[in-house]
């Protein structure tokens, strides 16, 4: 079985809408920032929430990323998280975390066995990392 036969993108943006928050890094923070123009200060401020202490990307009213424009409006510089969805490392540490993605991704599938899934998680945050 290979990658594309567990998670094919459907290109929804649903994941770009609500999804428990989406973390960004400072290296992030000064790419994205100089992206749109500003300060990585300025941009924590207008740009993002904190949450425990991290700053997480902001939502606008309907939910979405606020770089949501029916695309997203950074892709070159959009935070690794985005990047590697769905395959991300709180997988490998609890397999319920594929599952809970799957009810907001269409690409996802979870009729496969929990090892294959772990595999081809691990296999792909090693290409990326
Ligand atoms: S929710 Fe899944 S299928 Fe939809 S755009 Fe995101 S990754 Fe693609
Ligand atoms: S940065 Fe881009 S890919 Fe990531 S959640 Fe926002 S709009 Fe979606």
Redesign the pocket.
């Known amino acids: 079985m290979k990658t594309k036969d567990i998670f094919k993108c459907q290109q929804c943006g649903d994941?770009?809408k609500g999804f428990g928050g989406?973390f960004v890094t400072e290296k992030e923070i000064e790419k994205i920032a100089a992206r749109v123009d500003t300060d990585p200060k300025t941009f924590v401020e207008k740009y993002c929430r904190v949450s425990g202490g991290k700053p997480l990307?902001g939502q606008g009213k309907d939910k979405?990323?606020?770089?949501?424009e029916g695309l997203?409006?950074?892709?070159p510089v959009?935070?690794r998280?985005?990047k590697n969805w769905p395959f991300l490392k709180s997988v490998l540490v609890d397999i319920n975390n594929w599952h809970i993605m799957a009810s907001l991704c269409p690409g996802i599938r979870t009729d496969v066995p929990d090892s294959t899934i772990k595999a081809h998680v691990a296999q792909e945050l090693s290409k990326n990392s």
């Open positions: 994941c770009c989406t990307l979405y990323c606020i770089f949501w997203c409006s950074i892709h959009k935070p998280m985005c």
